[in-house]
C-alpha cells in the first residue's frame, strides 16, 4: 500500500464492447461530463444503450487518474475489475436482459468493508495487505445490482475520526477546497463522489462519519435506521451504532442506492427484518406540505458558526414556503450525548479490535523466534495502530473494567436510553426533526489533529441519532464563507422514507432557488 | 509463601476430614453435541484435519458477525429442565475479553449476570444416601480453539519452540453448569459428575466423553472447622479451584487432595490463598496456577452484535413435554418393574449395556435376570474384547431375548447358546438360523446318548476302574469324550450324571 492508488489506471482504451454501446448518443455524455451525471442518469443512459457501462467506468478510471493525486480518496483501484464488471452490465444488456435501476453505475466502497479481490485496510497498518477471503453482505448486494465497484476509498483509521487525518496513508483533501479536510471517518467516500471521481460511494457512519463529510463536501449522505442495512461484512468499530450508507450528490441516487443495499440479512442477528422503507418513492413525492418538523433548540445555538446558522435558517425557511409546519423542540438529554457516545463506542471497539492479534492475519510485528505469543501480540498492536485507535481502546479498557462499568459504560448506557425517550417524545409532535449537520464547514487539515476534544465537537448534531438508532440524513444547505454546510434531517427508527421525503422536496428548492445544485460551484481540480 | 505443599506432612485424609467440613462447588463444561458450531454453520465433529472446519466467524475475521444457534438453544434448555432450573423468558450474552492466542476473537462470547437458566437441583445417590445439590446457573457459551506447543518436553507451553493452533474447536457450544457448595465430600463431588453424565447422556445432547474433553470439570474446594454440637456451622473458608479434571477418578482425587492440603496449612495456622491449581494425574497432587491478585479483569460486557434471547411460555413448556426419561426416574422403574438391585444397575451401566438390556426384555426375554446375564457377563465381555462397545456388536437384543428363550426352555445350553452367539456375531443370521444351521439344539434323545456314554465307558476302562474306585473327578476325560461325540450338543451336567450312573457311583 503506498499514498497513492496501488493499481495503474489503464490509460483510455477503446471499448471492449465497440460500436453496440458506443452509440452516436453518447457522444454528448461521454468524457468530462460523464463523470458528473447523478447515478439515476448514467444509470438511465446505459439503460438507453446512450452510454456503455464500460464508458462510464472509463471516465470514472480517468478521473481518478487525473484528480486522486491532489485528493487522495482512494487507497486502492481495481480498473481490471471494474472494467470487467462494466463489460458484463454491457453483454447482459446487449443480450436483452432488464438491468437494474444502478447497472454500470461506477461507485467508491469505504475500505472498512470486507471485499473479496481487493485488499480491505480499516486505514490501518495492521491491516496492511489483507484480503478478506469473503465479501460483506453490502459488497454483495452492490455486486448482485450490477454496480461497478471502482476500488476503496480512505478513511480515518477504523473509522475512528472526523477528518480522515487518522488514515494510516496519508489524508484526504477536501476538492472544495485541498487545504482543507473532507470530513471523516468516510472522508475518502465524499471526497470521491465531490471530486466527481465516482456518482456515489459508500460510507459508515458510527457517530456522524456519513453525515459530516457528506456536509462538508457538499453532498447528500444517509446513516439508514440502525439494523436496515446488514453489518456483516462491515468491520466493526462500535457494534451498537456502526451503518453503512450512501453518498450521493442528489436525494434520488441515495434513495437508489440505499434501497440497494438494504434489507435483511441472516448473516447479521441485528439486522431488522422487516420491508425496505419505499425511499425512491419517497425522494419523487416533493411535496412536504403539512409536514411537522422540528427544529432542536440543543442543536442550533451556542457552537455553532454564524455561516452555519445562516444557512441552516434559511433552508428552514424554505420548508415554510413549501408548506411544512415548523416547530421548535427540545430534547434536553442531546447534551449528554457526546460523553455518552465517548463512552460507548471506545468500550465497544476495546473489545472489538482485540481480534488484531497478530495471529491468524494482518500485520506481525517482532516475531523473531525469541518474542512469545503474547509479547508478538503486544508488538503488532504497538506498531499497528495510530494514536487515535490506541486512545480510544485504552479509554474503553478502562470504561469496562471491573468496577468502573457501572459508572462508565453502565451510565452511558442510561444516557442513551434517556435520549431515546427524547427522540419518541419529540416525534409525538413532530415528524421530522431538523438541525445543522455539523457546527463548522471543513476545517483546515491539521487544525485540530492536536485537540481530540476539538475533533469529537465536530460530531455533536450527529450523535444523537447514532445512539437512539433512528435514521437521518445530511443535505446540502449551502454555503458558508464559500464551504459547504449541511441540514441534518431525522426520522423515527424505520421511517427512513421520511428523511427522503422531506430532503428530496427541499433539495428541489434550494436548487431551484439557487437556479443550479451546490456541487456546480465546486471550483475545478 | 503457602501457595506450595505445607510444612508439615500431609494428614491423612480421614484425620482431615474429622475436624474439618469440606465445602465443594463443582463447574462442568460440557460440549453440546450440535452439527453446527455455536455461532456459524461449521462442523463440530471431534478429530478432523486441523483447521479444516472453520469460517470466517469462527476465525474472528474483521467485519464477520455472530448468529445464535437454535439447535444450542433448546440443548441448553433441556439442561436447564432437566436440573429443574427456571428457564429465563429474556436473557443476553455478554463478552468475556481476554487475550490469549487460541481464541480467535480475544473474547469469548459468553453469559455473565444473565443466564439462560438458574436455580435447580439433581440428587445424586451415594451409598444408599440421596444428596440433593444445587444448580445455581446454566450458561451458553462458545468453545476455544486448541493450542498445541511444540518442542518442549511436556508439550506444555514452559519451554516449547513454537505453537500450532487448531481453530476447529473454536466456537463449538458449550455449557457452563454452576453448583451451589452443596458438595460435603470427594465422593458426592464425583457422584455429581457421574450423575449429570448420565443426565445429559439421557436428554442426548451430549456425548459427554471426558477423555474427549467434551465434559470438563473444574472443582472449587475449601474447609471449615466442624462445629462443636449445638453450635452453628463456621462461615466459609477461602477456596482454590481446580481446573479441567478430566475423568471422574480425577475429580475425587483432586478433591481429596485439596482437603487434605488445606488442612494441613489449617493446621499451620497459615492462610488460603485464593487461586486456580492444577491436578498432576501422575503424582495425584494439585499445583498452583494463578492466585485471584493477578486474576485476569474479563470487562464483561453485553454482546452488542447478538440481539437478546426471548424464550416464550409455550416454547419452554414445549421443550419440558419433549424430555426424556430421566436417569433417575429410569433407576426407579427398572428396580421397581424388573426387579434389579441399585447395584445391578450401576454394573450395567458401567458395562455400557443398560439400555440393550432394557431392550432386550421389551424384545421377549426369557425374564429380566437372563437378559441382564447374558449381556453384562457374555456379550459386554466380548464386547470389550473385541475394543467395540456392546451396542456396536452384531447381535441385537430381539436374538439376545430369543436366546435367553431357548436357554429357559432347555433347547440351549449355555455353552450351545455361546456357539449360538459365535454364529450370530459371525453373520449366519438369527439365533433359530444358526441353531438349525450348525445343529445346536440339546439332544435329548436317550438312545444316542447311551451309546455314547456306553462307547465312551469302554474307549477308557482304566479311567472307567479310577471312577468305580471312588474317584469321582476322575470322569471328566469321559464327560469330554461324551462331549465330543455328541458334538456338544448334550448338556455336560446331564452327561456326568449318566457316566457315573452307569458306573454305579451315584
Ligand atoms: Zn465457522
Same mark, same amino acid.
Given at each position: 500500500m503506498t499514498d497513492h492508488p496501488t493499481s495503474p489506471v489503464?490509460?483510455?482504451?477503446?471499448?471492449?464492447?465497440?460500436? +453496440?454501446?458506443?452509440?452516436?448518443?453518447?457522444?454528448?455524455?461521454?468524457?468530462?461530463?460523464?463523470?458528473?451525471?447523478?447515478?439515476?442518469?448514467?444509470?438511465?443512459?446505459?439503460?438507453?444503450?446512450?452510454?456503455?457501462?464500460?464508458?462510464?467506468?472509463?471516465?470514472a478510471l480517468?478521473?481518478i487518474a487525473?484528480v486522486d493525486d491532489t485528493i487522495h480518496a482512494f487507497l486502492h483501484v481495481d480498473a481490471e475489475g471494474a472494467l470487467s464488471a462494466?463489460?458484463?452490465?454491457?453483454?447482459?444488456?446487449?443480450?436483452?436482459?432488464?438491468?437494474?435501476?444502478?447497472?454500470?453505475?461506477p461507485l467508491a466502497l469505504k475500505d472498512v468493508l470486507a471485499t473479496r479481490g481487493m485488499p480491505t485496510t480499516c486505514g490501518s497498518r495492521i491491516l496492511e495487505g489483507w484480503q478478506a477471503p469473503y465479501d460483506a453482505t453490502v459488497v454483495s448486494r452492490l455486486r448482485a445490482?450490477?454496480v461497478v465497484l471502482l476500488g476503496k476509498v480512505n478513511m480515518d483509521e477504523f473509522a475512528m475520526g472526523s477528518s480522515t487525518e487518522n488514515s494510516a496513508y496519508g489524508p484526504t483533501r477536501n476538492?472544495?477546497?485541498?487545504?482543507?479536510i473532507p470530513g471523516g471517518s468516510s472522508g475518502g467516500s465524499a471526497a470521491a463522489v465531490a471530486a466527481?471521481e465516482a456518482?456515489l460511494a459508500i460510507g459508515t457512519d458510527t457517530g456522524g462519519s456519513i453525515r459530516q463529510p457528506a456536509?462538508v463536501c457538499?453532498?447528500?449522505g444517509?446513516k439508514p435506521?440502525y439494523g436496515?442495512v446488514s453489518r456483516y461484512g462491515l468491520v466493526a468499530f462500535s457494534s451498537s451504532l456502526d451503518q453503512a450508507g450512501p453518498l450521493?450528490?442528489?436525494?434520488?441516487?441515495?434513495?437508489?442506492l440505499?434501497?440497494a443495499i438494504?434489507?435483511?440479512d441472516p448473516l447479521d442477528s441485528t439486522s431488522?427484518?422487516?420491508?425496505?422503507?419505499?425511499?425512491?418513492?419517497? /425522494?419523487?413525492?416533493?411535496?412536504?406540505?403539512?409536514?411537522?418538523?422540528?427544529?432542536?433548540?440543543?442543536?442550533?445555538?451556542?457552537?455553532?458558526?454564524?455561516?452555519?446558522?445562516?444557512?441552516?435558517?434559511?433552508?428552514? #425557511?424554505?420548508?415554510?414556503?413549501?408548506?411544512?409546519?415548523?416547530?421548535?423542540? =427540545?430534547?434536553? %438529554?442531546?447534551?449528554?450525548?457526546?460523553?455518552?457516545y465517548y463512552l460507548i463506542a471506545p468500550s465497544e471497539c476495546s473489545s472489538n479490535l482485540a481480534r488484531f492479534d497478530a495471529m491468524r492475519f494482518g500485520l506481525r510485528v517482532g516475531d523473531d523466534g525469541e518474542a512469545g505469543a503474547e509479547e508478538v501480540m503486544s508488538r503488532t498492536r504497538e506498531a499497528g495502530f495510530g494514536p487515535e485507535v490506541k486512545r480510544r481502546i485504552i479509554l474503553g479498557t478502562y470504561a469496562l473494567?471491573?468496577?468502573?462499568?457501572?459508572?462508565?459504560? $453502565?451510565?452511558?448506557?442510561?444516557?442513551?436510553?434517556?435520549?431515546?425517550?427524547?427522540?419518541? +417524545?419529540?416525534?409525538?409532535?413532530?415528524?421530522?426533526?431538523?438541525?445543522?449537520?455539523?457546527?463548522?464547514?471543513?476545517?483546515?487539515i491539521g487544525?485540530k489533529v492536536d485537540?481530540p476534544?476539538?475533533m469529537y465537537?465536530s460530531d455533536?448534531?450527529t450523535i444523537?441519532?447514532n445512539?437512539?438508532?433512528?435514521?437521518?440524513?445530511?443535505?446540502? /444547505?449551502?454555503?458558508?464563507?464559500?464551504?459547504?454546510?449541511?441540514?441534518?434531517?431525522?426520522?423515527?427508527?424505520?421511517?427512513?422514507?421520511?428523511?427522503?421525503?422531506?430532503?428530496?422536496?427541499?433539495?428541489?428548492?434550494?436548487?431551484?432557488? &439557487?437556479?443550479?445544485?451546490?456541487?456546480?460551484?465546486?471550483?475545478?481540480? | 509463601?503457602?501457595?506450595?505443599?505445607?510444612?508439615? /506432612?500431609?494428614?491423612?485424609?480421614?484425620?482431615? *476430614?474429622?475436624?474439618?467440613?469440606?465445602? *465443594?462447588?463443582?463447574?462442568?463444561?460440557?460440549?453440546? $453435541?450440535?452439527?453446527?458450531k455455536m455461532f456459524c454453520g461449521c462442523?463440530?465433529?471431534?478429530?478432523?484435519?486441523p483447521n479444516t472446519q472453520v469460517c470466517p466467524v469462527c476465525l474472528g475475521l474483521p467485519g464477520s458477525l455472530p448468529v445464535?444457534?437454535?439447535?444450542?438453544?433448546?440443548?441448553?434448555?433441556?439442561?436447564?429442565?432437566?436440573?429443574? !432450573?427456571?428457564?429465563?423468558?429474556?436473557? &443476553?450474552?455478554?463478552r468475556k475479553n481476554y487475550f490469549y492466542p487460541d481464541m480467535p476473537k480475544n473474547y469469548q462470547i =459468553?453469559?455473565?449476570?444473565?443466564?439462560?437458566?438458574?436455580?435447580?437441583?439433581?440428587?445424586?445417590?451415594?451409598?444408599?444416601?440421596?444428596?440433593?445439590?444445587?444448580?445455581?446457573?446454566?450458561?451458553?457459551?462458545e468453545?476455544t480453539g486448541k493450542s @498445541?506447543?511444540?518442542?518442549?518436553?511436556?508439550?506444555?507451553?514452559?519451554?516449547?519452540?513454537h505453537s500450532l493452533v487448531d481453530y476447529n474447536r473454536a466456537g463449538?457450544?458449550?455449557?457452563?453448569?454452576?453448583?451451589?457448595?452443596?458438595?460435603?465430600?470427594?465422593?458426592?463431588?464425583?457422584?455429581?459428575?457421574?450423575?449429570?453424565?448420565?443426565?445429559?447422556?439421557?436428554?442426548?445432547?451430549?456425548?459427554?466423553?471426558?477423555?474427549?474433553?467434551? @465434559?470438563? !470439570?473444574?472443582?472449587?474446594?475449601?474447609?471449615?472447622?466442624?462445629?462443636?454440637?449445638?453450635?452453628?456451622?463456621?462461615?466459609?473458608?477461602?477456596?482454590?479451584?481446580?481446573?479441567?479434571?478430566?475423568?471422574?477418578?480425577?475429580?475425587?482425587?483432586?478433591?481429596?487432595?485439596?482437603?487434605?492440603?488445606?488442612?494441613?496449612?489449617?493446621?499451620?495456622?497459615?492462610?488460603? *490463598?485464593?487461586?486456580?491449581? %492444577?491436578?498432576? #494425574?501422575?503424582?495425584? &497432587?494439585? =499445583?498452583?496456577? &494463578?492466585?485471584?491478585?493477578?486474576?485476569t479483569?474479563y470487562r464483561?460486557f453485553?454482546e452488542p452484535d447478538l440481539?437478546?434471547?426471548?424464550?416464550?411460555?409455550?416454547?419452554?413448556?414445549?421443550?419440558?413435554?419433549?424430555?426424556?426419561?430421566?436417569?433417575?426416574?429410569?433407576?426407579?422403574?427398572?428396580?421397581? #418393574?424388573?426387579?434389579?438391585?441399585?447395584?445391578?444397575?450401576?454394573?450395567?451401566?458401567?458395562?455400557?449395556?443398560?439400555?440393550?438390556?432394557?431392550?432386550?426384555?421389551?424384545?421377549?426375554?426369557?425374564?429380566?435376570? /437372563?437378559?441382564?446375564?447374558?449381556? @453384562?457377563?457374555?456379550?459386554?465381555?466380548?464386547?470389550?474384547?473385541?475394543?467395540?462397545?456392546?451396542?456396536?456388536?452384531?447381535?441385537?437384543?430381539?436374538?439376545?431375548?430369543?436366546?435367553?428363550?431357548?436357554?429357559?426352555?432347555?433347547?440351549?445350553?449355555?455353552? @450351545?447358546?455361546?456357539?449360538?452367539?459365535? $454364529?450370530?456375531?459371525?453373520?449366519?443370521?438369527?439365533?433359530?438360523?444358526?441353531?438349525?444351521?450348525?445343529?445346536?439344539?440339546?439332544?435329548?434323545?436317550?438312545?444316542?446318548?447311551?451309546?455314547?456314554?456306553?462307547?465312551?465307558?469302554?474307549?477308557?476302562?482304566?479311567?472307567?476302574?479310577?471312577?468305580?474306585?471312588?474317584?469321582?473327578?476322575?470322569?471328566?476325560?469321559?464327560?469330554?469324550?461324551?462331549?465330543?461325540?455328541?458334538?456338544?450338543?448334550?448338556?455336560?451336567?446331564?452327561?456326568?450324571?449318566?457316566?457315573?450312573?452307569?458306573?454305579?457311583?451315584?
Amino acid at each position: 500500500m503506498t499514498d497513492h492508488p496501488t493499481s495503474p489506471v489503464p490509460a483510455p482504451a477503446p471499448s471492449a464492447v465497440g460500436g +453496440a454501446a458506443g452509440s452516436p448518443g453518447a457522444a454528448g455524455t461521454a468524457g468530462g461530463d460523464t463523470v458528473r451525471l447523478s447515478a439515476a442518469a448514467t444509470a438511465a443512459a446505459i439503460a438507453a444503450g446512450e452510454l456503455s457501462a464500460v464508458e462510464a467506468t472509463q471516465a470514472a478510471l480517468e478521473r481518478i487518474a487525473k484528480v486522486d493525486d491532489t485528493i487522495h480518496a482512494f487507497l486502492h483501484v481495481d480498473a481490471e475489475g471494474a472494467l470487467s464488471a462494466a463489460r458484463r452490465v454491457d453483454e447482459r444488456r446487449a443480450a436483452g436482459e432488464t438491468l437494474g435501476p444502478l447497472a454500470g453505475v461506477p461507485l467508491a466502497l469505504k475500505d472498512v468493508l470486507a471485499t473479496r479481490g481487493m485488499p480491505t485496510t480499516c486505514g490501518s497498518r495492521i491491516l496492511e495487505g489483507w484480503q478478506a477471503p469473503y465479501d460483506a453482505t453490502v459488497v454483495s448486494r452492490l455486486r448482485a445490482a450490477d454496480v461497478v465497484l471502482l476500488g476503496k476509498v480512505n478513511m480515518d483509521e477504523f473509522a475512528m475520526g472526523s477528518s480522515t487525518e487518522n488514515s494510516a496513508y496519508g489524508p484526504t483533501r477536501n476538492p472544495w477546497d485541498t487545504t482543507r479536510i473532507p470530513g471523516g471517518s468516510s472522508g475518502g467516500s465524499a471526497a470521491a463522489v465531490a471530486a466527481f471521481e465516482a456518482p456515489l460511494a459508500i460510507g459508515t457512519d458510527t457517530g456522524g462519519s456519513i453525515r459530516q463529510p457528506a456536509a462538508v463536501c457538499g453532498l447528500v449522505g444517509v446513516k439508514p435506521t440502525y439494523g436496515g442495512v446488514s453489518r456483516y461484512g462491515l468491520v466493526a468499530f462500535s457494534s451498537s451504532l456502526d451503518q453503512a450508507g450512501p453518498l450521493a450528490r442528489t436525494v434520488t441516487d441515495a434513495a437508489l442506492l440505499h434501497t440497494a443495499i438494504a434489507g435483511h440479512d441472516p448473516l447479521d442477528s441485528t439486522s431488522v427484518d422487516l420491508p425496505v422503507p419505499a425511499v425512491v418513492a419517497a /425522494a419523487a413525492r416533493r411535496d412536504v406540505r403539512g409536514v411537522r418538523v422540528g427544529v432542536v433548540r440543543e442543536l442550533s445555538g451556542a457552537g455553532y458558526d454564524p455561516g452555519v446558522r445562516a444557512a441552516f435558517a434559511a433552508a428552514v #425557511e424554505t420548508l415554510t414556503e413549501l408548506g411544512a409546519e415548523i416547530v421548535e423542540v =427540545s430534547c434536553p %438529554h442531546f447534551t449528554y450525548a457526546l460523553p455518552a457516545y465517548y463512552l460507548i463506542a471506545p468500550s465497544e471497539c476495546s473489545s472489538n479490535l482485540a481480534r488484531f492479534d497478530a495471529m491468524r492475519f494482518g500485520l506481525r510485528v517482532g516475531d523473531d523466534g525469541e518474542a512469545g505469543a503474547e509479547e508478538v501480540m503486544s508488538r503488532t498492536r504497538e506498531a499497528g495502530f495510530g494514536p487515535e485507535v490506541k486512545r480510544r481502546i485504552i479509554l474503553g479498557t478502562y470504561a469496562l473494567s471491573s468496577g468502573y462499568y457501572d459508572a462508565y459504560y $453502565g451510565q452511558a448506557q442510561k444516557v442513551r436510553t434517556l435520549i431515546s425517550r427524547d427522540f419518541a +417524545a419529540a416525534y409525538e409532535q413532530v415528524d421530522v426533526l431538523v438541525s445543522p449537520t455539523t457546527p463548522t464547514p471543513a476545517f483546515p487539515i491539521g487544525a485540530k489533529v492536536d485537540d481530540p476534544v476539538a475533533m469529537y465537537l465536530s460530531d455533536l448534531a450527529t450523535i444523537p441519532s447514532n445512539l437512539a438508532g433512528g435514521p437521518a440524513m445530511s443535505l446540502p /444547505a449551502g454555503l458558508a464563507d464559500g464551504l459547504p454546510v449541511g441540514i441534518q434531517i431525522m426520522a423515527p427508527t424505520f421511517a427512513d422514507d421520511r428523511l427522503y421525503l422531506v430532503g428530496g422536496a427541499l433539495e428541489e428548492a434550494l436548487d431551484d432557488r &439557487r437556479g443550479h445544485p451546490l456541487l456546480d460551484e465546486i471550483p475545478a481540480l | 509463601m503457602s501457595t506450595a505443599a505445607p510444612a508439615s /506432612a500431609l494428614p491423612s485424609y480421614d484425620d482431615a *476430614i474429622a475436624r474439618y467440613e469440606p465445602v *465443594i462447588g463443582l463447574e462442568t463444561h460440557v460440549e453440546l $453435541g450440535t452439527v453446527s458450531k455455536m455461532f456459524c454453520g461449521c462442523a463440530t465433529a471431534f478429530g478432523a484435519e486441523p483447521n479444516t472446519q472453520v469460517c470466517p466467524v469462527c476465525l474472528g475475521l474483521p467485519g464477520s458477525l455472530p448468529v445464535v444457534n437454535e439447535a444450542a438453544v433448546r440443548f441448553a434448555v433441556l439442561i436447564g429442565l432437566a436440573l429443574h !432450573c427456571e428457564i429465563a423468558p429474556w436473557c &443476553r450474552f455478554a463478552r468475556k475479553n481476554y487475550f490469549y492466542p487460541d481464541m480467535p476473537k480475544n473474547y469469548q462470547i =459468553s453469559q455473565y449476570d444473565e443466564p439462560l437458566c438458574t436455580n435447580g437441583w439433581l440428587d445424586v445417590e451415594v451409598e444408599g444416601e440421596i444428596h440433593r445439590v444445587g444448580i445455581t446457573r446454566v450458561h451458553m457459551e462458545e468453545d476455544t480453539g486448541k493450542s @498445541l506447543h511444540v518442542g518442549g518436553a511436556t508439550g506444555r507451553i514452559h519451554g516449547a519452540t513454537h505453537s500450532l493452533v487448531d481453530y476447529n474447536r473454536a466456537g463449538i457450544p458449550l455449557v457452563e453448569i454452576v453448583t451451589e457448595p452443596d458438595v460435603r465430600s470427594p465422593e458426592v463431588a464425583r457422584a455429581y459428575v457421574d450423575e449429570l453424565r448420565e443426565l445429559i447422556r439421557a436428554l442426548g445432547v451430549s456425548d459427554v466423553r471426558m477423555e474427549q474433553g467434551s @465434559l470438563r !470439570c473444574d472443582a472449587n474446594a475449601s474447609l471449615r472447622l466442624r462445629p462443636a454440637p449445638g453450635e452453628p456451622d463456621a462461615p466459609f473458608g477461602t477456596r482454590t479451584e481446580t481446573k479441567n479434571l478430566n475423568s471422574l477418578r480425577s475429580v475425587e482425587r483432586a478433591v481429596r487432595y485439596e482437603i487434605t492440603r488445606q488442612a494441613a496449612l489449617l493446621d499451620d495456622g497459615e492462610r488460603i *490463598i485464593q487461586e486456580t491449581r %492444577h491436578f498432576d #494425574e501422575g503424582a495425584g &497432587r494439585t =499445583s498452583s496456577g &494463578r492466585s485471584k491478585e493477578e486474576a485476569t479483569d474479563y470487562r464483561y460486557f453485553p454482546e452488542p452484535d447478538l440481539t437478546p434471547l426471548e424464550l416464550s411460555a409455550e416454547y419452554v413448556d414445549e421443550q419440558r413435554a419433549a424430555l426424556p426419561e430421566l436417569p433417575a426416574a429410569r433407576r426407579a422403574r427398572l428396580i421397581a #418393574e424388573h426387579g434389579y438391585t441399585a447395584r445391578d444397575l450401576v454394573d450395567m451401566r458401567n458395562a455400557g449395556v443398560l439400555d440393550l438390556v432394557e431392550q432386550t426384555v421389551a424384545a421377549g426375554a426369557a425374564s429380566p435376570a /437372563a437378559a441382564r446375564k447374558w449381556w @453384562l457377563n457374555e456379550l459386554a465381555r466380548r464386547a470389550s474384547d473385541t475394543g467395540a462397545a456392546p451396542a456396536d456388536l452384531a447381535i441385537t437384543p430381539a436374538d439376545v431375548a430369543r436366546i435367553t428363550v431357548l436357554v429357559a426352555g432347555g433347547e440351549l445350553t449355555d455353552a @450351545l447358546a455361546r456357539k449360538v452367539i459365535d $454364529g450370530v456375531l459371525a453373520g449366519e443370521g438369527t439365533p433359530d438360523e444358526v441353531v438349525a444351521g450348525r445343529g445346536l439344539a440339546v439332544v435329548a434323545d436317550d438312545g444316542a446318548l447311551t451309546a455314547a456314554v456306553d462307547a465312551a465307558i469302554a474307549g477308557a476302562p482304566d479311567i472307567a476302574e479310577k471312577v468305580r474306585g471312588g474317584k469321582l473327578n476322575a470322569v471328566g476325560p469321559l464327560v469330554g469324550a461324551v462331549m465330543k461325540a455328541m458334538k456338544g450338543q448334550a448338556d455336560a451336567a446331564t452327561v456326568r450324571g449318566l457316566l457315573l450312573e452307569r458306573l454305579g457311583t451315584s
